[in-house]
């Protein structure tokens, strides 16, 4: 069974860093790309970026780019998300999802998410 | 960026009825392979999201047969034929062919 658990959520004050990891099973992460997508309360869901199989190409949405980090260690089976800098609207539930590229496999799994608040 | 545009953005349906969901992108999702990659998503409340539907109108597994997809281009529906009580919630449709991939606002499908 695919799943997907993401952790390291938590409060942060802007301007703060925080790094979320999500740990994958029943699959091998090696032969997906991987995406995080974020969901602002009451929002619509808004992608985050996305990592080749490899960890050779990464994209990210301009907004984040520069602030935010895709990295992946397949040995570990696991995905994370480095962010510095960070802004009250980066305020969100995070989730990771497997796929990201143009396949059948786009976001065809989720995790459950793990809430980031930037508050002072 | 690709807008994806959904309506209605609210959709009251009496059980066992159809609905329907639109969704248009402000270019092409026709990708040069041919390809048009268009997903859909059930969000249920307090649920992470759900692929329901990917490139147009391939259902996942385990997605009732009552739901559809169709269109090309720029237009795009989701149907279901006859809903049910466990459909309640937030179903976006996102284009993944132009970067960065972008999502519809969002239906709210509620039991009237």
């Known amino acids: 069974e695919v799943q997907l658990v993401e952790s390291g959520g938590g409060l942060v004050q802007p301007g703060g860093s925080l790094r979320l990891s999500c740990a994958a099973s029943g699959f091998t992460l090696s032969n997906y790309w991987m995406s995080w997508v974020r969901q602002a309360p009451g929002k619509r869901l808004e992608w985050v970026g996305n990592?080749?199989?490899?960890?050779?190409?990464?994209y990210y949405v301009d907004s984040m780019k520069g602030r935010f980090t895709i990295t992946r260690d397949n040995a570990k089976n696991s995905l994370y998300l480095q962010m510095n800098s960070l802004r009250a609207e980066d305020t969100a539930v995070y989730y990771c999802?497997?796929?990201?590229?143009?396949?059948?496999?786009?976001?065809?799994?989720w995790g459950q998410g793990t809430l980031v608040t930037v508050s002072s | 960026d690709v807008v994806m545009t959904q309506s209605p953005l609210s959709l009251p349906v009496t059980l066992g009825q159809p609905a329907s969901i639109s969704c248009r992108s402000s270019q092409s999702l026709v990708y040069s392979d041919g390809n048009t990659y268009l997903n859909w998503f059930q969000q249920r409340p307090g649920q992470s999201p759900r692929r329901l539907i990917y490139?147009?109108?391939n259902r996942d597994s385990g997605v009732p047969d009552r739901f559809s997809g169709s269109g090309s281009g720029t237009d795009f529906t989701l149907k279901i034929s006859r809903v049910e009580a466990e459909d309640v919630g937030v179903y976006y449709c996102?284009?993944?062919?132009?970067?960065?991939?972008?999502f519809g606002q969002g239906t709210k499908l509620e039991i009237k």
């Open positions: 990592v080749k199989e490899d960890g050779s190409e990464k």
């Open positions: 999802a497997r796929g990201g590229g143009r396949d059948v496999y786009n976001l065809g799994y």
């Open positions: 996102m284009q993944g062919t132009h970067w960065p991939f972008t």
């Open positions: 490139y147009v109108s």
